[in-house]
């Protein structure tokens, strides 16, 4: 079992930046790629970013140029950090570890975390 915490999440305003957290722990061995999906009200969640062991990455086309996904292995963390925020971000986070990345493609494990809010709003 792997288990997820995300953490950053918060109230900022339109051109502001957060920076998002998930901390992996328990079967640690098993994770290789990690991503971030978000899902806002009435729409179906979606892939932000993924970032394999390598630390090769792809994005979403809304996000490209804005978000940056990063990863720590000392730590069992990965990052993304979230500048020139816009309203259409407000969605809540969630992580995804243990997928598989291939071809430049992020396939989703089991394990997420329980989510964070992010909202972008004045």
């Known amino acids: 079992q792997v288990q997820l915490v995300e953490s950053g999440g918060g109230l900022v305003q339109p051109g502001g930046s957060l920076r998002l957290s998930c901390a992996a722990s328990?079967?640690?061995?098993?994770?290789?790629?990690m991503g971030w999906y978000r899902q806002a009200p009435g729409k179906q969640r979606e892939l932000v970013a993924a970032i394999s062991s390598a630390s090769s990455t792809t994005y979403s086309d809304s996000v490209k140029g804005r978000f940056t996904i990063s990863r720590d292995n000392a730590k069992n963390t990965v990052y993304l950090q979230m500048n020139s925020l816009k309203p259409e971000d407000t969605a809540v986070y969630y992580c995804?570890?243990?997928?598989?990345?291939?071809?430049?493609?992020?396939?989703?494990?089991?394990?997420w975390g329980q989510g964070t809010q992010v909202t972008v709003s004045s």
């Open positions: 995804n570890a243990g997928g598989v990345f291939s071809g430049g493609n992020y396939y989703i494990s089991n394990y």
């Open positions: 328990g079967s640690i061995f098993s994770i290789n790629a």
